[in-house]
């Protein structure tokens, strides 16, 4: 049985493939954030059948209430939607993390690559991570095919070993399909909650630079740097919050191999520890 709902019969050309799903590899929502921005305008060409793929006690629908009264259910979704930007062919696979059937839902993903002759397969996410708003915005990259990196793309360094999440399953199936598959992750503040606006623009411009095309981002250059301003403002009244973020900064500028990709966030005490113990040694060689 099929896990889509629908799908289209349009024929394209070698489009380029995007997927990104909420879950722990979408810090404040910045790779849904990225998909949804870019397939704004679009058409959808396919979707999933939500009761096969979500618990609705763990990925509950959203109520919608109007003067007492319950006027909309949003179901979890997880749609593709066709838009083609500067003569470049994309569908963008965007929606809630599915809670059951990952391997037959790659299964059905390598299928749909195979039906719209998709070229090339991009992962969008972003991790929790103990760096500061106030530092540009790293993004690091994963990929099992060197030729797929661009101009200042980085490739994350050590090995880990860290939970599943349902972009990086369904991106290696169509790799082992034999679709060129690369995967770009946002380092967003832990501080933070969902928007985050720096994150968005920073993982647009490196997945702009993949796949060729400059998007359009409207007024999120304005809305990032509103945002910060707004931040900075919040701290300014919570001497204990600007103080962490200090250490953050510290830690960032001068031991930036303490900051690692997808590693566990640290506590408080733990950054303040290494933070006094990188001034200790900076003491003791003056």
């Keep these: 049985m099929s896990l889509l709902s629908h799908a289209s019969d349009l024929e394209l050309g070698h489009p380029i493939m995007l997927l990104a799903m909420s879950g722990w590899v979408d810090a404040?929502?910045?790779?849904?954030?990225?998909?949804?921005?870019?397939?704004?305008?679009?058409?959808?060409v396919a979707a999933f059948e939500p009761?096969?793929?979500?618990?609705?006690?763990?990925?509950?629908?959203?109520?919608?209430?109007?003067?007492?009264?319950?006027?909309?259910?949003?179901w979890p979704r997880l749609e593709i939607?066709?838009?083609?930007?500067?003569?470049?062919?994309?569908?963008?696979?965007?929606?809630?993390?599915?809670d059951f059937r990952w391997q037959e839902l790659t299964r059905e993903f390598v299928e749909l690559t195979q039906r719209y002759n998709v070229s090339k397969f991009v992962t969008l996410g972003a991790?929790?991570?103990?760096?500061?708003?106030t530092r540009p915005v790293r993004v690091v990259c994963t990929t099992s095919d060197p030729e797929l990196l661009r101009d200042g793309d980085e490739v994350m360094p050590e090995e880990l070993v860290v939970p599943g999440a349902a972009v990086s399953v369904l991106r290696q199936g169509v790799a082992d399909a034999g679709v060129p598959a690369i995967g770009y992750w946002a380092q967003v503040p832990h501080y933070l909650q969902n928007p985050f606006y720096s994150g968005v623009l920073g993982l647009i411009e490196r997945v702009g630079g993949q796949v060729g095309v400059r998007f359009p981002i409207g007024d999120?250059?304005?809305?990032?740097?509103?945002?910060?301003?707004?931040?900075?403002?919040?701290?300014?009244?919570?001497?204990?919050a600007r103080q962490y973020v200090e250490r953050l900064e510290l830690m960032q500028d001068e031991r930036p191999?303490?900051?690692?990709?997808?590693q566990e966030v640290p506590s408080a005490d733990e950054i303040g520890a290494e933070v006094e113990k990188f001034l200790r040694s900076t003491d003791d060689d003056t």
């Design 81 to 98: 939607i066709h838009r083609t930007i500067d003569g470049v062919e994309l569908l963008i696979a965007a929606g809630n993390e599915p």
């Design 127 to 133: 991790v929790p991570a103990p760096v500061p708003h």
């Design 28 to 44: 404040a929502s910045v790779g849904t954030d990225t998909a949804e921005r870019i397939a704004d305008g679009g058409d959808v």
């Design 220 to 240: 999120l250059a304005v809305e990032a740097s509103a945002q910060l301003e707004q931040i900075d403002a919040d701290l300014a009244e919570r001497d204990d």
């Design 257 to 262: 191999e303490l900051v690692t990709p997808f």
């Design 51 to 74: 009761d096969a793929l979500f618990d609705y006690r763990s990925s509950r629908p959203t109520l919608h209430f109007s003067d007492g009264d319950l006027t909309d259910i949003v």
